[in-house]
T-cell receptor
Framework: EAQVTQNPRYLITVTGKKLTVTCSQN?????MSWYRQDPGLGLRQIYY?????VTDKGDVPEGYKVSRKEKRNFPLILESPSPNQTSLYFC??????WGNGYTFGSGTRLTVV | TQLLEQSPQFLSIQEGENLTVYCNSS?????LQWYRQEPGEGPVLLVT?????EVKKLKRLTFQFGDARKDSSLHITAAQPGDTGLYLC?????????FGRGTQLTVWP
């Protein structure tokens, strides 16, 4: 089944403890992206990647890092999480041009205390 | 400033009613997509429209892209409880992607 898989689905952590949220897609998509979704603010793009070793900042990149060493994987790294990074995170991928339709993962609900 | 404005923000209706939700902008978009998001899940792509004036139908859902490619509407006929969800529009313009904040639709049995 074609899908984007995120792990974990739920995560509670403490301020300052480094964490990684994994994202993997099995559709051979070039384009991958991370979003956070907050009430009243909608979906905001954190980082995106046009292909392997090509990443760029989205609208809210502060406090996050990404890497794209393989086409299928696009992990999101929080080096020193803070409470304002408590949010619902989505990974998405698309084929070809970035304007094409996304396939989203099921989300990761992160709470930083 | 939100480039894509969706309205209404919330909509609560009875099963069987018809409804229209809107996605508006002052910018021209090369393409626009509609997604539906159910609680606890990621958004799911419903349709992509690329041509001004284009109309696409997906069962009881009708999507229209404005002639000037600045706006879009989603019309649902005879809404059902299974249509409940957050409807999001996403536009591509000037090398950027933008999401609207969504319309939360609730359909009561």
């Amino acid at each position: 089944e074609a899908q984007v898989t995120q792990n974990p689905r739920y995560l509670i952590t403490v301020t300052g403890k480094k964490l990684t949220v994994t994202c993997s897609q099995n559709m051979n998509h070039e384009y991958m992206s991370w979003y956070r979704q907050d009430p009243g603010l909608g979906l905001r793009q954190i980082y995106y990647s046009m292909n392997v070793e090509v990443t760029d900042k989205g609208d809210v990149p502060e406090g996050y890092k990404v890497s794209r060493k393989e086409k299928r994987n696009f992990p999101l790294i929080l080096e020193s999480p803070s409470p304002n990074q408590t949010s619902l995170y989505f990974c998405a991928s698309s084929f070809g041009g970035w304007g094409n339709g996304y396939t989203f993962g099921s989300g990761t609900r992160l709470t930083v205390v | 400033t939100q480039l894509l404005e969706q309205s209404p923000q919330f909509l609560s209706i009875q099963e069987g009613e018809n409804l229209t939700v809107y996605c508006n902008s002052s910018s021209v978009f090369s393409s626009l997509q509609w997604y539906r998001q159910e609680p606890g899940e990621g958004p799911v792509l419903l349709v992509t429209v690329v041509t001004g004036g284009e109309v696409k139908k997906l069962k009881r859902l009708t999507f229209q892209f404005g002639d000037a490619r600045k706006d879009s509407s989603l019309h649902i006929t005879a809404a059902q409880p299974g249509d409940t969800g957050l409807y999001l529009c996403r536009g591509s313009t000037l090398g950027r992607l933008y999401f609207g904040r969504g319309t939360q639709l609730t359909v009561w049995p």
